[in-house]
């Protein structure tokens, strides 16, 4: 076994869609081929979202799928004082500052971010002074006020990416007012606690990257190699989402073996010339990232 460590960090806020099937099995397809270990984290971070009853189907579909993992992370939901300790510590150095806004004031006061569409924070609570901040009355999110500066990813598919955390994103919430810890600080911390050495994720978490290595850095730790895989879309161009139940592994395991779906999301994949029925295992020996796709890849309503 060498170094190489990937994980699968999926969240229980529905049952998988092919869009998720397809980015762990690029992920398992990596740390398989090379020899390395691999992780489960469950991300039931927001418990609005989350349900513990997915928490089994995902383990199961994963298993029915011969995706198999090494070893389990704690899953997120318990790990709050891991992610209070990375607070404090932000919080200490003065990184972090109470914010007020309501939605609406969000969306009245700022631009959205130029990658995916979220708003960029205008620093309307940056210098609240402390009599300001005593006189609100209800309980604040928490933002990281970011720098004027520029982090980059070299992505594994999609190459250079870059953002100003300043111009393109703003100071972004690492907890929200409900006292839930926000997803960047969180996947920062649990895939450093996990030793994680490469993350390989959909497509739609590669404007998240330069916040997350900003944290990596504010925090001391070591970043992994990203890569992130091509989102599928429907037909009419939208991204698949867990309420697209027509491409949900609840629906398809009605009529479909594993190796029937292994052998489409290797063709899509750029593995196969044609879908055809293949194993997890039997695919190993075929993965290269350089058959993969960078683009979005649309896939047929029917599967
Ligand atoms: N939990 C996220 C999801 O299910 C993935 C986060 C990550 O891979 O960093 O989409």
């Not at 990375?86 to 003065?94: C, D, N, V």
Request: aromatic share 8%; glycine share 8%.
């Amino acid at each position: 076994m060498n170094n190489v460590v990937g994980r699968f960090a999926p969240s229980p806020s529905g049952r998988m869609h092919l869009g998720n099937v397809f980015a762990a099995l690029l992920s398992w397809l990596s740390v398989r081929s090379q020899g390395g270990e691999l992780i489960l984290r469950i991300e039931d971070l927001d418990p609005d979202r989350c349900k513990g009853a997915y928490i089994e189907t995902l383990k199961e579909d994963l298993r029915w799928l011969g995706l198999t993992w090494d070893r389990e992370q704690t899953p997120q939901s318990r790990r709050s004082a891991a992610y209070a300790e990375a607070f404090a510590r932000l919080e200490s150095r003065g990184l972090v500052y109470p914010c007020y806004c309501s939605r609406t004031e969000l969306h009245a006061a700022s631009a959205p971010h130029a990658a995916d569409g979220q708003v960029i924070y205008a620093g309307t609570c940056r210098n609240l002074s402390p009599g300001q901040r005593a006189a609100k009355t209800k309980p604040p999110a928490w933002r990281l006020a970011v720098p004027d500066q520029v982090w980059a990813v070299e992505d594994g598919l999609q190459g250079h990416y870059e953002e100003n955390l300043a111009r393109n994103c703003g100071d972004f919430i690492i907890r929200r007012a409900d006292g839930v810890y926000a997803y960047q600080l969180a996947v920062v911390v649990d895939d450093a606690a996990g030793g994680v050495t490469e993350v390989v994720r959909g497509m739609d978490l590669l404007s998240s990257t330069p916040r997350q290595l900003y944290l990596y850095h504010l925090l001391g730790l070591t970043p992994p190699r990203f890569t992130h895989v091509p989102l599928l879309l429907s037909p009419d161009g939208r991204r698949l989402s867990k309420r697209d139940r027509d491409l949900d592994l609840g629906v398809l395991r009605q009529s479909r073996k594993p190796e029937d779906i292994l052998g489409l999301l290797a063709h899509w994949a750029g593995l196969l010339p044609a879908p055809e029925a293949i194993s997890a295992q039997e695919l190993i020996p075929m993965f290269d990232w350089a058959l993969v796709p960078r683009e979005a890849v649309t896939v047929g309503g029917n599967g």
